[in-house]
Nanobody
């Protein structure tokens, strides 16, 4: 399965963006799709994940509220709605997949990393 993230762009502080992660084909119900980001000079960090089968969701505590993850199984697509964006949200955003468990902090356990999409938030 290949994942592709898109929907990034330039937005002003306080604005919103919705990112999409499209899978090349349907994935099994026990897989999670996760959203991650990597800012310049920083490590990649997990933001949110959703399990295909029952839409179980987990968030990184710092983005709970402004960010919301959702999925459309019919389209094999997962979304990340980002509101109240701040300049520190500027990063390349990626999606990836993992079986059975989420584990946002353990970025090395995720696979099928898609090519990221750049989000730039201007002040």
């Amino acid at each position: 399965v290949q994942l592709q993230a898109f929907g990034g762009g330039l937005v002003q502080s306080g604005g919103s963006l919705r990112l999409s992660c499209a899978a090349s084909r349907s994935i099994d119900d026990d897989y999670y799709i996760g959203w991650f980001r990597q800012a310049p000079g920083k490590e990649r960090e997990g933001l949110a994940c959703i399990r295909r089968g029952d839409f179980t969701i987990y968030y990184r505590e710092s983005v709970k509220g402004p960010f919301a993850i959702s999925g459309d199984n019919a389209k094999d697509t997962v979304y990340l709605q980002m509101d109240s964006l701040k300049p520190e949200d500027t990063a390349v955003y990626y999606c990836a997949m993992k079986r059975n468990r989420c584990g946002l902090a353990m970025t090395w356990t995720w696979g099928s990393w898609g090519r990221g999409t750049l989000v730039t938030v201007s002040s």
